[in-house]
T-cell receptor, first 116, second 111 residues
Framework: GAVVSQHPSWVICKSGTSVKIECRSL??????MFWYRQFPKQSLMLMAT?????????EQGVEKDKFLINHASLTLSTLTVTSAHPEDSSFYIC????????????FGPGTRLLVL | EDQVTQSPEALRLQEGESSSLNCSYT??????LFWYRQDPGKGPEFLFT???AGEEKEKERLKATLTKKESFLHITAPKPEDSATYLC????????????FGAGTILRVKS
């Protein structure tokens, strides 16, 4: 299979604090991972593309200084929401693209962030 | 501009009542079209990848087809456990690895 995990599955934090979310591909190597956010009853919105060993590519309107992405290995990417505010509360989902063959993205289970 | 439109927005079926979900797309060049299933509070689960017009793929009660302008997800004799949001996404040639998602179709199957 192609399993992607995320940790934590949910987090509650105070306004102004930073939160780190991990995304791991468990049984395959992923040179490219993606970070999405999803608001209730809406589809997925791509935030950034994370490439192993290089800087992430952010979508228009996404603040790169607020959403720090690090892709340090072929199986791990992290998203840090810095100085979180209530409007950052959302469902964050990562995906990993499996190398070779089909270019399918496999998604993690998501992380629910609530900023108080 | 690349666009993906899914219809209907929501669909209610009785158990055993077959139907189809539609995904219409506009892209300058299609690298691939993907179907995912998403349950509430979870990440999307991969179902199918289609690459060229005329291609079909099946998995249990689901069958996905592709033409040059749209894709259909046919559900045969659905069961309540098929209830979920079904997402369609296209990977345009020009975007490299990025996916463009439709808004999804919420399917409810009642027993």
């Amino acid at each position: 299979g192609a399993v992607v995990s995320q940790h934590p599955s949910w987090v509650i934090c105070k306004s102004g604090t930073s939160v780190k979310i991990e995304c791991r591909s468990l049984d395959f190597q992923a040179t490219t991972m993606f970070w999405y956010r999803q608001f209730p009853k809406q589809s997925l919105m791509l935030m950034a593309t994370s490439n192993e060993g290089s800087k992430a590519t952010y979508e228009q309107g996404v603040e790169k200084d607020k959403f720090l992405i690090n892709h340090a290995s072929l199986t791990l990417s992290t998203l840090t929401v810095t100085s979180a505010h209530p409007e950052d509360s959302s469902f964050y989902i990562c995906s990993a693209r499996r190398q070779g063959g089909v270019e399918t993205q496999y998604f993690g289970p998501g992380t629910r962030l609530l900023v108080l | 501009e690349d666009q993906v439109t899914q219809s209907p927005e929501a669909l209610r079926l009785q158990e055993g009542e077959s139907s189809s979900l539609n995904c219409s797309y506009t892209v300058s060049g299609l690298r691939g079209l993907f179907w995912y299933r998403q349950d509430p509070g979870k990440g999307p689960e991969f179902l199918f990848t289609l690459y060229s017009a005329g291609e079909e793929k099946e998995k249990e009660r689901l069958k996905a087809t592709l033409t040059k302008k749209e894709s259909f997800l046919h559900i045969t004799a659905p069961k309540p456990e098929d209830s979920a949001t079904y997402l369609c996404a296209v990977q345009p040639m020009e975007y490299g690895n990025k996916l463009v998602f439709g808004a999804g179709t919420i399917l409810r199957v009642k027993s």
